[in-house]
């Protein structure tokens, strides 16, 4: 696979803050990559790096086989930071022509607009969009220059379900269609919806890399569930709680568990067994983490 991005062994620091420690990683073409972590991980250094906008304290980074300095590379990405200022006074169709100006074959101005849930509001001011409006706009501008590779920082923070889902629509039409994708996100469920691929970040290293499931699977935490009047004392149970009658088993060895619950002879019924979700997982490999520190 084309590696389009590349981070190698690479170090930030801003004064005595190390933002990022020797952190190696590489986005193929066509991928979907989700990086995930806690406020002050390192997600957003991590990528102004690979965009160019800031450089390395030492490693190198690599985009689309040269350097992010060259504004020739970056002509061929589209990048929509966390925070993003838009001219009030223009109309959404004369931002998005303005954008498009700058690109040798950009996407056509109402596809773009279409694409993103916005196709209604090419005439409407800037000034006059919701905050929603304003969020996807600003994201379907990364979009305008038809780019080989789109990094979004956060690209739904502050959306409402619907805006959310329109914007997660337009990600996924262009990764459809080949395009290469990198997102940070704090909502684990984006994540989860949209990315083959999760780099899970804290610290300012890279804790896990992997597909949404294998990560759940190294966690290896599940969840036992069932309705019980009295339960015996049960192997490897690393919490429990009581809701609504339910008793909710969290255990690394769920086959085990249930085992020894009917060899005990107690009587149960509803029992399901579900795996973490990326939350869940998440947060014991930051917790395991800081207990390492
Ligand atoms: N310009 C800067 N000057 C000083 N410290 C900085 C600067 N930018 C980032 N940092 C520090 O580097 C660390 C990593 O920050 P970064 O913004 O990359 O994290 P993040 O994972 O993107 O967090 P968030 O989810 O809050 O955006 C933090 O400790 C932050 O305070």
Redesign the pocket.
């Known amino acids: 696979m084309t590696v389009l991005a590349r981070a190698s062994e690479v170090t ?1 620091r ?2 005595d ?4 420690d020797r952190v190696s990683l590489g986005i193929g073409a066509g991928e979907l990559v989700g ?1 995930l ?12 790096l690979l965009v160019g906008l ?1 450089r390395p304290t030492s490693g190198t980074v690599e985009l689309l086989g040269g350097s992010p300095l060259d504004p020739a590379t970056r002509r061929r990405i589209g990048v929509t930071p ?1 925070e993003t200022g838009l001219p009030e006074s223009l109309r959404v169709g004369e931002v998005v022509d303005f954008v498009r100006a700058h690109y040798p074959d950009p996407v056509g101005g109402p596809e773009l607009l279409d694409r993103f849930g916005l196709g209604d509001l090419a005439k409407r001011q800037v000034g006059g969009l919701s905050g929603g409006q304003r969020r996807r706009l600003a994201v379907a501008l990364a979009f305008a220059g038809d780019p080989r590779l789109v990094v979004l ?2 690209p739904t923070t502050g959306l409402d379900v619907e805006a959310r889902h329109a914007l997660w629509a337009g990600v996924r039409a262009y990764h459809e269609g080949g395009g290469t994708v990198l997102l ?1 996100s ?1 909502y684990l469920e984006e994540i989860e919806a949209l990315a083959q691929r999760v780099v899970v ?1 804290g610290g ?1 290293r890279v804790l896990a890399d992997d597909t949404v499931s294998a990560i759940r699977g190294m966690v290896g935490v599940r969840r036992v569930s069932l309705v019980a009047e009295r339960l015996p004392e049960l192997p490897g149970v690393l919490g429990s709680e009581l809701v609504d009658g339910r008793t909710t088993l969290v255990t690394t060895d769920p086959d085990r568990l249930v085992v020894e619950l009917v060899r005990s002879g107690a009587p149960f019924s509803g029992l399901e067994i579900r795996p973490t979700t990326l939350e869940e997982a998440f947060l014991t490999i930051t917790a395991k983490e800081s207990a390492h520190v």
């Not at 803050?17 to 990022?20: C, F, R, S």
């Not at 972590?37 to 102004?48: D, E, Q, R, V, Y």
């Open positions: 930030r801003y004064g803050v190390v933002a990022l990086l972590g806690p406020n002050g991980a390192g997600k957003s250094t991590l990528i102004n800031r966390q920082d956060e940070t704090h970040m300012g």
